[in-house]
C-alpha cells in the first residue's frame, strides 16, 4: 500500500521531499504495488512536444492489483455493496472473490468476440455492478474501455463511438432512475442505425426486463455472453503506458475531447490519492455517489478503492428518490464512514430542509468529499453543520478529467479544511498561479491562471486522435507546465482558492459542457442561423445555460420554438446540456470581424447592464437595448 500520511508536520515533511525528488517519492510509492516487471526509468517528460511516460518500461495489469493481491487473504472482504434505485429492490453484495470470478469470465467472453488488447470497448450503463465488471474486464485483457454517460443521448453516444473507434458496445435494456426508465438499448439502436460505425456485437445486460429489439448476429444477452466461461482469466501484461481508457469530456470547441489515461501511472496515482484525501482505514465503508460515466467515478468508485482494497456503497439511484432523506438513509442503514458528492446534490438537499437528513443517524460518518465545482460557503456550512454534525471533516477536492486523480484537497484528519478552499496540493504535486505574462503570482488574494508545473503520475497522455490539440489546449497558453484552463487564488495562509473556468466551458451541476458545443447544437436546428450560450449564477445547478438564439424568420410562436429547442437539445446531446433560459434575439452583438461578443451578454444576463464596459468595437450597439429589455429574469 502507499504511504499513509499521519499529520500536518508529516504532510509538510513528506511535500518537501516530494518536491525536492520527485522521482524518488514516485519511485517509492509505485514500488508498493505489483509489477510484472519494475520499471527501468521513473519519469520520462517534455512538456513541449508533449510526451509524458511514467515508470517507463515498467508492466504491470491494473486488475492484478485491484483484486488479484487482494486474494486470498480478503477473498470475503465485500468489495461493493450495491444498492438498486428502488428501496424495495435487494441490495447485493460482491465479495473480492466474486468480483474477481465474474470479471474474469468477463474478460473471457470479450475474448470470444474477438475482444484483443488495445480495442476500444465502448460501455454505456446505468450504476449496476456490471459496469464496473465490464471495465475490469476490459482492463484484464488490454482492451480500452470507453464509458459513456447513460445520460447522452444516440446522437452523443454514436459520435463517441465512432472517434473511439469502439468494436463492441456493452449496455442494458433500461435503466431505472428514480421514478423513471431510460431505454437505453433502443438508444443505442438509433445510435447505431443512424452513422456507420466499427461496432461488431452488442452486448445487452437485462435490467429492466423491457421489450427490446436484438438484432440477429449482432446483439447477444449478457447471460449468454457470460456462461460457461471459466472464472479465471490470465491477466494480459501491458507496458506502463499502454492506453488503460478513454474518456470524453467537453472542452472549448464543439467537439469532446477523448482524454487518455494509461496503465501504470493512473494506477499508482488513484490508490494514493484515494487513501489519503478520504483517510481509507479496515472496516470503513465508503460511498462516492458520482456515475461511473465521469472521471469521479472512474477514479474513485472503480479503482482507487479496489487497489486499496476498500469496501464501497454503488447506488443506482438519484438522491430525491424515493425521497430526498435517500442518501442519509443509506448512510445510516450502511454506516458510511466517508461520503463524497457534489455541491449541486448538497444544495439540492438543502432545499428540502433539514428534516430530512435529521431523521436519521448519521454518526458513523468521519468525511465529507466535495466534487466538480466551487462548493459555496453556504452549501459548506449545512454539510458541515447538519450532515457532519460538526464533527467531520470536509474535503474539497479538486482536480479534472484529464488529471486522472484528485491534485489539490485537504486530507482528511491530517490537514486542515477551510469552506471554500480546496485548500493543499497533495505531495508530488506542483501547482502555480501564473499572471497573463506567465509570471508567477505569490502574493495572497491575487488570482491568476492555475497551472501544475511538473508532471504528476494520473496526468492525461494524449486527447485520442489529436495530439495537437493536446499540445493546443494544455501546454501552449504557458510554456513549459500544464494549464487547467481554470483560475485561482492562494489565501495569505497558503491555502488555495478554485475561482472557476477561464475558457468557454460551463459546470452544470458539476457536468462540464462546452458552451460551443451547445451552440452547434441549437444551430444544427433548421430554424436558427445563430446562436450565444453563456453560463450564470444558478442557485442550485452552481450554473446554468443562458441561450441567446436568432431565427432565420419568424415562423413559429416563441413559446414552441423553446420548447422544440429544449428537445433538440436532448436529442443531439442529452438532457444535461438542455438550456435554462432561451432567448430569442433578433441579433447577437458582434464586433467588426463577426466575433460575438459573450462578455457583454454575460453582464446583461446577470443583470448588469450598467458595467458592459467597453462597446465601442461593436458594429450594432444599437441591439443592447432590445437584448435587455427580452433579459429572461433569475
Ligand atoms: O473547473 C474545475 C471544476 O471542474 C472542472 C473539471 O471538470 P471535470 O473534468 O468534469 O471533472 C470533474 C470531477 C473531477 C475543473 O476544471 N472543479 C472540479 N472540482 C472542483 C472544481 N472547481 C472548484 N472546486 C472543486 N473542488
Redesign the pocket.
Known amino acids: 500500500m502507499t504511504t499513509q500520511i499521519t499529520s500536518f508536520t508529516d504532510y509538510k515533511n513528506i511535500f518537501d521531499q516530494s518536491i525536492q525528488s520527485p522521482e524518488k517519492f514516485w519511485a517509492k510509492e509505485a514500488q508498493t504495488f505489483e509489477w510484472h516487471s519494475i520499471w527501468d526509468t521513473v519519469l520520462d517528460y517534455d512538456f513541449d512536444t508533449p510526451s509524458i511516460s511514467w515508470f517507463v518500461n515498467g508492466k504491470l495489469n491494473i486488475t492484478v492489483n485491484c483484486l488479484d493481491r487482494h486474494l486470498p487473504e480478503h477473498s470475503n472482504r465485500v468489495a461493493y455493496t450495491w444498492i438498486p434505485n428502488n428501496p424495495d429492490e435487494i441490495s447485493r453484495s460482491y465479495t473480492y472473490q466474486e468480483l474477481y470470478d465474474l470479471v474474469c469470465k468477463c474478460a473471457n467472453a470479450l475474448k470470444s468476440y474477438n475482444i484483443t488488447k488495445g480495442d476500444r470497448v465502448c460501455i454505456y450503463m446505468p450504476m449496476i455492478p456490471e459496469a464496473v465488471i465490464a471495465m475490469l474486464a476490459c482492463a484484464r485483457i488490454g482492451a480500452v474501455h470507453t464509458v459513456v454517460f447513460a445520460g447522452f443521448s444516440s446522437e452523443a453516444l454514436v459520435n463517441r463511438i465512432i472517434d473511439a473507434e469502439a468494436k463492441l458496445v456493452i449496455t442494458t435494456d433500461g435503466a431505472f432512475r428514480g421514478p423513471g426508465e431510460i431505454p437505453l438499448k433502443e438508444m443505442v439502436d438509433t445510435a447505431l442505425s443512424s452513422k456507420t460505425t466499427t461496432v461488431e456485437h452488442v452486448i445487452v445486460y437485462k435490467r429492466t426486463n423491457s421489450e427490446v429489439t436484438m438484432t440477429p448476429k449482432r446483439d447477444i444477452f449478457w447471460d449468454s455472453f457470460m456462461d460457461n466461461q471459466p472464472a479465471e482469466c490470465p491477466p494480459e501484461i501491458m507496458d506502463s503506458e499502454d492506453p488503460l481508457f478513454i474518456l470524453y469530456?467537453s472542452g472549448s470547441t464543439g467537439k469532446p475531447k477523448g482524454i487518455v489515461h494509461t496503465c501504470g501511472g493512473y494506477m499508482v496515482y488513484t490508490e494514493y490519492s484515494f487513501r489519503n484525501v478520504f483517510h481509507y482505514e479496515p472496516h470503513d465503508t465508503y460511498w462516492c455517489t458520482a456515475d461511473i460515466g465521469?472521471?469521479?467515478g472512474h477514479s474513485y468508485i472503480v479503482y482507487g478503492p479496489l487497489l486499496a482494497g476498500a469496501q464501497s456503497i454503488l447506488f443506482e439511484g438519484v438522491p430525491t428518490y424515493p425521497d430526498p432523506g435517500r442518501f442519509w438513509n443509506i448512510c445510516q442503514d450502511y454506516k458510511v464512514t466517508q461520503f463524497y458528492t457534489s455541491p449541486t446534490a448538497i444544495r439540492k438537499l438543502e432545499s428540502f430542509g433539514d428534516e430530512y437528513v435529521k431523521s436519521y443517524d448519521l454518526t458513523s460518518l468521519k468525511t465529507l468529499g466535495?466534487?466538480?465545482?466551487?462548493?459555496n460557503k453556504d452549501a459548506w456550512e449545512w454539510y458541515f453543520t447538519i450532515v457532519g454534525g460538526g464533527n467531520c471533516q470536509i474535503v474539497?477536492?479538486?482536480?479534472?478529467?484529464?488529471?486522472g486523480g484528485i491534485l489539490i484537497?485537504s486530507l482528511s484528519q491530517v490537514t486542515p479544511s477551510k469552506a471554500g478552499y480546496?485548500a493543499y496540493p497533495l505531495p508530488g504535486i506542483m501547482p502555480i498561479i501564473l499572471d497573463e505574462n506567465g509570471a508567477e503570482i505569490t502574493t495572497p488574494n491575487t488570482e491568476g491562471f492555475l497551472c501544475i508545473a511538473h508532471p504528476w503520475p494520473s496526468m492525461l497522455r494524449t486527447i485520442h486522435n489529436d495530439h495537437q490539440r493536446f499540445q493546443r489546449t494544455y501546454f501552449s497558453r504557458f510554456k513549459g507546465t500544464y494549464f487547467?484552463?481554470?483560475s485561482a487564488k492562494l489565501s495569505p495562509d497558503g491555502l488555495l482558492k478554485?475561482i472557476?473556468?477561464v475558457d468557454d466551458?460551463i459546470?452544470v451541476s458539476?457536468?462540464?459542457l462546452g458552451t460551443a458545443e451547445i451552440e452547434e447544437a441549437l444551430n444544427s436546428h433548421p430554424d436558427i442561423s445563430e446562436s450565444a450560450v453563456i453560463g450564470y449564477p444558478h442557485s442550485i445547478k452552481g450554473e446554468g445555460i443562458y441561450a441567446f438564439v436568432k431565427c432565420i424568420e419568424d415562423t413559429h410562436s416563441e413559446e414552441n420554438l423553446i420548447s422544440e429547442l429544449t428537445n433538440h437539445i436532448a436529442l443531439v446531446i442529452g438532457k444535461i446540456a438542455r438550456p435554462d433560459k432561451i432567448q430569442i434575439v433578433p441579433d447577437l452583438p458582434k464586433t467588426r470581424s463577426g466575433k460575438i461578443m459573450r462578455r457583454i451578454l454575460r453582464k446583461l444576463a446577470m443583470g448588469e447592464k450598467d458595467s458592459l464596459g467597453d462597446t465601442s468595437t461593436l458594429v450594432n450597439p444599437e441591439i443592447i437595448e432590445s437584448l435587455s429589455r427580452g433579459i429572461i429574469p433569475a
Not at 474539497?396 to 488529471?403: A, H, M, R, S
Request: glycine content about 12%; cysteine-free; proline content about 3%.
Open positions: 469530456t465521469w472521471i469521479t466535495s466534487v466538480g465545482e466551487p462548493i474539497d477536492t479538486w482536480w479534472q478529467t484529464e488529471t484537497s480546496a487547467t484552463g481554470d478554485i472557476g473556468r466551458v459546470n458539476g457536468h462540464r
